[in-house]
């Protein structure tokens, strides 16, 4: 079974930084899409970054840019989500997901395994 699980949350002050931590079991990593996604009391859920995982090509949504970055790490089947310049807005709970994607995309609805999420907290 595939299992993910999220680690690396917590609260951070403004301009802070966090690394958030996706440890994967239960597929061959390097045939997935994985992402990372996000979603804050009231709102829908929405996409933050996704990745195949044997390649360098990535996306971001637009708030994510010039401050988020994804990585993979194969050999020990983790993803990373490296947040800096933190911001009030991104307090939210993040998830990890994968699934067997042609292509990256940032739409919730394509993935099938996810995370149980962690809570990110950006205090002002």
């Known amino acids: 079974q595939v299992q993910l699980v999220e680690s690396g949350g917590g609260l951070v002050q403004t301009g802070g930084s966090l690394r958030l931590s996706c440890a994967t079991s239960?597929?061959?990593?390097?045939?997935?899409?994985v992402a990372w996604f996000r979603q804050s009391p009231g709102k829908e859920r929405e996409g933050v970054s996704c990745m195949k995982m044997n390649s360098d090509t990535t996306n971001y949504a637009d708030f994510a840019k010039g401050r988020f970055t994804i990585s993979s790490d194969i050999a020990s089947g983790t993803v990373h989500l490296q947040m800096n310049s933190l911001q009030p807005e991104d307090t939210a709970v993040y998830f990890c997901?994968?699934?067997?994607?042609?292509?990256?995309?940032?739409?919730?609805?394509?993935?099938?395994?996810w995370g149980q999420g962690i809570q990110v907290t950006v205090s002002s």
């Open positions: 239960g597929f061959t990593v390097g045939d997935y899409t």
């Open positions: 997901a994968a699934d067997l994607v042609l292509w990256p995309s940032l739409h919730p609805g394509v993935y099938d395994n």
